[in-house]
C-alpha cells in the first residue's frame, strides 16, 4: 500500500534524527541502510488540476501584441502566454520565490520584465518573496536584483522617459517590523537601489502611481500592517499619502480631505484619459473609509462615496483608458463607476469566481478585458457580460494533499484556497494524459484536510471553513455533512466563545469589520483568537 510504503522510507531516511543518536565511527552499518538517500533519478510531474485554478496577482500585456501577456500568481510564479490564453507557459520555476506580487513589463521593450516577489496581499494564506527580479528575453532566463528583505512587493514603476530609472512600492514583512520597506528607486537598471522614501519600521508602501505627463511626479500610498499569531492589524499613523516632483528626492503628504484618523489599505489610479483625475479606495473607520479622487493633482481630495472592497484583502483600483469618469475597483465583485467614484454597480459576473485581484482594460477596446482572481483567469470581449474562464492554468492552492489506495493508480486529495476540496488520479491510461474531467469536488468552500478509508477508497472524508465536515462517496457522488454538533443543552462557555467570534470568521463579511487601531494593538496583552479565524 503506497501510502505506508512511503512511510516506512520516510522513517528510514530519518531514524537516526528522530532518535537523536549517532553513531560511532567504527561501528558497522546494515549494507542496505545509506547514510544519505539520493533523489535524483526522481522528477516532478504536473497532474494538475486547472478544473479550478488559483488566486492571479497581476498581469503584464504587450501593448503592441495583446495575445501576450505574462501573468504574475500569489502561489504559482510567472506563467506567459503568446495566444491570447489557448497556453500558458511557467517561466518562473527555478528562481527564487513561487509567491509574486507584481509584474511590470519595459514600455520600450515588452521582452524587458520586472517581477516583485512576495504577495501584496495580508492574509494567512500569504508566502513571502525574496526580493524584484528582472529578464531580459522575454521570461527566458531571470536574475534577482536585490531588495531581498522587502519580502512583499507591491507595484513597480519604469520610468517611460529612462528605462534605466524604476520605483518600487515595496511593502514590507508581514509578520514583523523592519525590512526593506518604502520606495526604491534605480538608475542604473537595477544594479544599485536607494530608498527614497521611508516612513518607519512599521509602514511600507504598496501602492505607486506615475503622473504620464511627467515622469518625475508619483504618488505613493503607505500602508501600516502587522499579523500576529492572534490578530492582523490593518492600518495605523504611517498610513497615508506621499507626492513627489523631483523624482523621489524629495516628498510631501497629500493627505488634505482624506480620514484625519488611522487609514489603512489605500488604492491609487490615475486616470490615463486625464491624468488631473487621481482616484483611492481608503480603509479607514466606517464613517471615513470610502472612494476618494483629486482633480489638483493631490493638493485635495473629496470624498466621492462610502464604497469599499474591503482592504484587508482588495482596495485595487483601476481607471479607465478612454473615458475619466470610469473607473474600476477589485473586491468580492468586480465594481465599475462611470460618475466618478459617486455611485459604483458590479460588473457582472454571471457564471464567474468572485475575489478578485486584478484587471487589465484593453485601450483599443475597452470592453476587451482580463480579470484575475482566486479562482484564476477570465476574459470578456463584450463587456462583462459574458466570460470565458481559462481552464488551463494548474496554479491550484492546495493547503493539504493526501492519497489513497486505489489500484492500479492512486488518487491525490486536498483542500484547497476558495476552490473546494478535490480529489484526482495520479495517471491515468488516456493517451493525453490527465485531463479536468478526471478531477472532482468532493466538499464545497475553502478546502483544509482530506482523508481517505484505508480500507476502502471510495470514501473520503473532507473538511471546510467554520469546522465543516462531510463524508464523500466517489462511487455515488453522495455527500453526508458528519460535522459534530454539541447538544443544546449541554451548550458551554466555550461554545459561547466561538459564537462570539463567528464574524470574524465569515469571509465575506470579514473585509468589512472595523480596522484595529495600530496604537491600540500594540498594548494587547494576552492573546485572543487564532489566527486562522482572521
Known amino acids: 500500500m503506497k501510502k505506508y510504503l512511503l512511510l516506512l522510507l520516510s522513517c528510514l531516511f530519518l531514524g537516526n534524527t528522530v532518535t537523536g543518536q549517532k553513531k560511532s565511527p567504527t561501528e558497522s552499518k546494515p549494507a542496505e541502510i545509506k547514510d544519505e538517500l539520493s533523489l535524483s533519478g526522481l522528477k516532478f510531474r504536473n497532474i494538475g488540476p486547472a478544473l479550478t485554478s488559483g488566486r492571479i496577482a497581476d498581469f503584464a500585456v504587450n501593448p503592441a501584441n495583446p495575445f501576450e501577456y505574462f501573468v504574475a500568481t500569489a502561489s ?8 491570447g490564453g489557448t497556453t500558458y507557459e511557467p517561466i518562473f520555476d527555478s528562481q527564487g520565490s513561487y509567491s509574486i506580487g507584481c509584474i511590470t513589463m519595459d514600455p520600450e521593450n515588452p521582452n524587458v520584465l520586472w517581477v516583485g516577489s512576495g504577495e501584496n496581499n495580508n492574509q494567512r494564506s500569504v508566502a513571502y518573496g525574496d526580493g524584484i527580479y528582472k529578464s531580459e528575453d522575454g521570461g527566458a532566463t531571470w536574475k534577482n536584483m536585490g531588495l531581498k528583505t522587502s519580502e512583499h512587493i507591491g507595484r513597480i514603476i519604469v520610468d517611460p522617459t ?17 525590512g526593506e520597506r518604502g520606495v526604491y528607486k534605480t538608475t542604473d537598471g537595477g544594479k544599485t537601489w536607494n530608498q527614497v522614501l521611508k516612513i518607519d519600521d512599521h509602514t511600507g508602501v504598496n501602492d505607486i502611481v506615475i503622473d504620464p505627463r511627467n515622469p518625475n511626479v508619483l504618488y505613493a500610498a503607505a500602508f501600516q500592517r502587522r499579523r500576529h499569531d492572534y490578530a492582523y492589524i490593518s492600518g495605523g499613523p504611517g498610513s497615508g499619502m506621499y507626492k513627489t516632483t523631483d523624482g523621489g528626492k524629495s516628498w510631501e503628504k497629500i493627505n ?44 485635495s481630495w473629496q470624498k466621492m462615496s462610502s464604497h469599499q472592497t474591503g482592504g484587508n484583502y482588495y482596495n485595487e483600483v483601476v481607471a479607465d483608458p478612454i473615458n475619466p469618469d470610469k473607473v474600476y475597483t477589485m473586491g468580492y465583485d468586480v465594481s465599475v463607476s462611470t460618475d466618478g467614484g459617486k455611485t459604483f454597480k458590479p460588473i457582472g459576473e454571471k457564471s464567474k469566481h468572485v475575489d ?63 476552490n473546494f476540496s478535490l480529489g484526482g488520479p495520479s495517471r491515468t491510461r488516456n493517451e493525453n494524459g490527465i485531463v479536468n474531467s478526471d478531477w472532482f ?11 481517505i478509508d484505508p480500507y476502502n477508497p471510495n470514501i473520503v472524508y473532507a473538511q471546510s471553513q467554520y469546522g465543516g465536515l462531510v463524508r464523500f462517496d466517489k462511487i455515488t457522488g453522495e455527500s453526508v455533512g458528519i460535522q ?17 467570534y463567528l464574524p470574524l470568521l465569515i469571509k465575506k463579511e470579514e473585509s468589512t ?22
Open 162 to 178: 529612462n528605462t534605466s530609472i524604476i520605483y518600487v512600492a515595496a511593502i514590507g514583512p508581514l509578520w514583523k517590523e523592519g
Open 513 to 534: 469589520l472595523p480596522p484595529i487601531r495600530f496604537s491600540e494593538a500594540m498594548t494587547m496583552a494576552a492573546p485572543g483568537p487564532s489566527s486562522a479565524m482572521m
Open 76 to 83: 504559482g510564479g510567472v506563467w506567459k502566454t503568446s495566444n
Open 356 to 418: 478578485n485581484h486584478a484587471l487589465w482594460v484593453n485601450p483599443a477596446n475597452t470592453n476587451h478585458m482580463i480579470n484575475g482572481c482566486d479562482g484564476g483567469i477570465y476574459e470578456t470581449k463584450d463587456g462583462a457580460k459574458t466570460w470565458e474562464y481559462k481552464s488551463n492554468l494548474p496554479i491550484t492552492q492546495f493547503y493539504k494533499v493526501e492519497v489513497d489506495n486505489s489500484e492500479p493508480f492512486y488518487f491525490v486529495y486536498g483542500g484547497t484556497q476558495d
Open 256 to 299: 488634505t480631505g482624506l480620514p484625519s484618523g488611522d487609514k489603512g489599505r489605500i488604492g491609487l489610479a490615475v486616470s490615463p484619459a486625464n491624468p488631473e483625475y487621481l482616484y483611492a479606495i481608503v480603509e479607514a473607520e466606517a464613517k471615513d473609509a470610502g472612494f476618494y479622487r483629486s482633480t489638483n493633482r493631490g493638493a
Open 441 to 451: 469536488v468532493t466538499n464545497g468552500g475553502d478546502g483544509f484536510e482530506s482523508a
Open 484 to 500: 459534530p454538533k454539541p447538544a443544546k443543552e449541554k451548550m458551554n462557555t466555550a461554545g459561547i466563545g466561538t459564537l462570539l
